[in-house]
Nanobody, 119 residues
Framework: VQLVESGGGLVRARGPLKLSCAAS????????MGWYRQAPGKQRELVAQ???????NYADSMKGRFTISRDNGKNTVDLQMISLKPKDTAAYYC??????????????WGQGTQITVSS
């Protein structure tokens, strides 16, 4: 199973950016999916999560600016970001809990995609 992110890059403050993540491989079912980020010298932190049913959870600092969504048919999860701030600069990681069969579920991570927000 692989998670592959796309959409990172350099963006000006107050601008928008969209991240996408696609899961592929031997997938029986995808449960929770989410996005995390890690800035230099800091711990990885939750950005947003979404259940297979579409319920969402956001870190407080992202509420109102970031929107997570998923397409269960395509095994993808997106993160739409607006009003970006320099402090949003970080490596962003896709995360998913994936069942490879009826019995076993594993947590997977993408390789990360860098977002740099210039002031």
């Amino acid at each position: 199973v692989q998670l592959v992110e796309s959409g990172g890059g350099l963006v000006r403050a107050r601008g928008p950016l969209k991240l996408s993540c696609a899961a592929s491989g031997s997938i029986f079912r995808i449960n929770d999916m989410g996005w995390y980020r890690q800035a230099p010298g800091k711990q990885r932190e939750l950005v947003a999560q979404i259940t297979s049913g579409g319920s969402t959870n956001y870190a407080d600092s992202m509420k109102g600016r970031f929107t997570i969504s998923r397409d269960n048919g395509k095994n993808t999860v997106d993160l739409q970001m607006i009003s970006l701030k320099p402090k949003d600069t970080a490596a962003y990681y896709c995360n998913a809990f994936i069942k490879i069969n009826r019995k076993y579920e594993f947590e997977y991570w993408g390789q990360g995609t860098q977002i740099t927000v210039s002031s």
